[in-house]
């Protein structure tokens, strides 16, 4: 499920989403303009609302994203 592996392909687990999320934030975005933007780039079909919530979950839990007033922004930005 986080990793790639046998039966699950690396776009599909919540690092490989993480990593599509991760590219899509040059600058903050809400999670809603990151939802939007990720169906834009990799089409609608790619990931559930359900499995872009858990790697944005993923990314919070290991310190890659903060949520500030609303606005999710890459970690590395304080």
């Known amino acids: 499920m986080i ?4 039966h699950l392909r690396s776009s599909r687990s919540l690092l490989g989403v993480g990593a599509d999320i991760l590219a899509l ?4 975005r809400t999670p809603s303009e990151l939802w939007e933007r990720l169906r834009l780039t990799t089409g609608p079909s790619h990931v ?3 499995w872009f919530v858990l ?5 919070y ?4 994203v903060e949520l500030r007033n609303g606005v ?3 970690g590395s930005e304080r």
């Not at 990793?3 to 046998?6: A, E, F, Q, R, S």
């Not at 839990?61 to 890659?64: D, E, H, M, N």
Request: no cysteine; charged share 15%.
């Open 3 to 6: 990793l790639p592996g046998k």
């Open 25 to 28: 934030l040059p600058e903050p």
């Open 48 to 50: 559930s609302f359900d």
């Open 55 to 59: 790697s944005l979950s993923f990314l």
């Open 61 to 64: 839990a290991v310190g890659a």
């Open 72 to 74: 999710v922004s890459a």
